[in-house]
């Protein structure tokens, strides 16, 4: 299945426009608190073709993802008590119990990591806010991980040039289902555990 594939050609797409770092800055925001594809997909391109403004895009997916992340965590902050009804009445509280006091225990490192790495940095954005986790380490942890992440990508591409590139559209597809399948496995572990 090339769902990953069509939108990688999509954000291809968006990458060569002449407005591509608005569009760069708006994925990077809306992949934070709700959109599925990460912003590497059209930072990796961008820094391939224009390597002296690699440092620049970075900085812009960096800034750009922080603000989304912010826009999460008000998500999480504010819509909680609409959602807390809910979680009374199914069996997600028990979860939401652990996950709290994972938040207690490792806040901030949560969120650095899940900033870097694949993890969907969305989900802890949202539930960083739920939980009121305290905001100046949320955007610390959040500008620390995120921008070494995209600081990386911007550099590979800077450095690896096409070859980069062209391993990040072979694989993009095995990457992002893998990617689903760790999140749903790590779900089901949490659930039952």
């Known amino acids: 299945m090339q769902f990953f594939s069509a939108l ?19 994925v990077s925001f809306a992949e934070s608190s709700f959109f599925p594809v990460p912003p590497d997909v059209m930072l990796a391109p961008m820094s391939l073709a224009h390597p002296k403004r690699a440092w ?6 960096t800034l750009a993802s922080v603000a989304g992340g912010l826009a999460g965590y008000a998500i999480g902050y504010f819509a909680f008590d609409a959602l807390e009804p809910w979680l009374r009445e199914t069996n997600y509280r028990a979860s939401f119990a652990k996950a709290e006091t994972w938040f207690g225990e490792y806040g901030f490192w949560a969120v650095f990591i899940a900033g870097f790495s694949p993890i969907p ?25 995120r921008g070494a992440r995209f600081f ?17 559209h072979r694989y993009v597809d095995r990457l992002g289902w893998a990617t689903v ?6 779900l089901l572990l949490h659930h039952f555990a």
């Open 56 to 61: 620049r895009f970075a900085l812009i997916t």
């Open 8 to 26: 990688y050609g999509r954000a291809m797409a968006w990458a060569r426009h002449r407005h591509a770092p608005w569009y760069l800055g708006g």
């Open 152 to 168: 990386l990508v911007a550099g590979l591409m800077k450095w690896g040039g096409a070859r980069m590139e062209a391993a990040l």
């Open 121 to 145: 940095y969305k989900a802890f954005t949202i539930a960083a806010g739920a939980l009121a986790m305290p905001l100046m380490p949320f955007t610390l942890a959040s500008l620390i991980g």
């Open 181 to 186: 399948l760790l999140v749903a496995a790590a």
